[in-house]
């Protein structure tokens, strides 16, 4: 389905009945990703998976996309769908996004979980590596994505999910240049949301990998002890949905459950 925004669309699913659980990808990945956890969470819930700005079937609409303007768009989606509740997951980038949407309506929380995400702003590294890969995105785009790809997966993993590795893969050198680099310029502009995280109503859950190379899940963990955050390490890299897949499974049921 589509909704037509800012002359533009946004492309999204709506699957089963029942409470609302809104998924939300991350950077260079569509709504895609969630396919092989719909069937078994549409059995009890009404699964809403939206494309986010410049990536899958949604449109760019600007050459910077900040996650407020794609949690204006994913707000734009509910609110068209009449959603008044809840729980929302976001891997990644899509973590990102879930914590700007909360701040601009909090009330529509029942839980969130950050899956290979964080609450923390960008420190001055790795805006200069996004800096960096946005100007090599705009003369060797095909590399660029090829070569940051791989950091995504344990190393092992990309032996023992080649196919699945591969086809991620070409769905991150579908998406635009313009799509990439809006995407990461918003990245680097967002602000630290650990207290946004901690004022949600409802269930917290912040799930990790361990050999995450984006996501350092001992500093992660450390901040959100003594907190009302709920906190699970997998024994993988980046992509949980691929590596873990029948573990965060089990922790999602059990969050949306809650």
Request: net charge negative.
């Amino acid at each position: 389905m589509n909704l037509d925004y800012k002359n533009g669309t946004i492309h999204y699913t709506v699957s089963g009945d029942g409470p609302t659980l809104v998924l939300l990808h991350g950077f260079l990945e569509t709504i895609d990703m969630w396919n092989d956890f719909i069937p078994e969470f549409s059995r009890s819930h009404q699964v809403i998976c939206i494309d986010l700005l410049g990536h899958g079937q949604t449109d760019c609409i600007g050459y910077v996309h900040t996650m407020e303007d794609m949690a204006d768009a994913v707000l734009a989606v509910l609110i068209h769908l009449k959603i008044e509740k809840a729980h929302v997951v976001g891997h990644s980038m899509g973590g990102y996004v879930a914590l700007a949407l909360a701040e601009k309506a909090p009330q529509l929380f029942e839980g969130l979980c950050l899956m290979n995400s964080t609450f923390e702003a960008d420190d001055k590294d790795r805006q200069l590596l996004r800096t960096r890969a946005n100007e090599m995105a705009k003369t060797n785009y095909d590399n660029l994505v090829r070569l940051s790809f791989a950091n995504l997966f344990a190393p092992e993993s990309r032996i023992s999910f080649k196919y699945e590795y591969q086809t991620t893969l070409q769905i991150a050198l579908n998406t635009s240049v313009q799509g990439y680099i809006a995407a990461q310029e918003g990245m680097m502009l967002r602000p630290n949301r650990l207290e946004v995280f901690k004022n949600i109503k409802g269930h917290k859950l912040l799930i990790v990998g361990k050999k995450d190379n984006l996501v350092n899940s001992k500093q992660l963990r450390a901040k959100v002890d003594n907190t009302t955050i709920d906190f699970e390490e997998l024994s993988e890299g980046h992509m949980s949905h691929i590596e873990n897949k029948s573990e965060l499974s089990y922790f999602l049921l059990r969050f949306i459950e809650k």
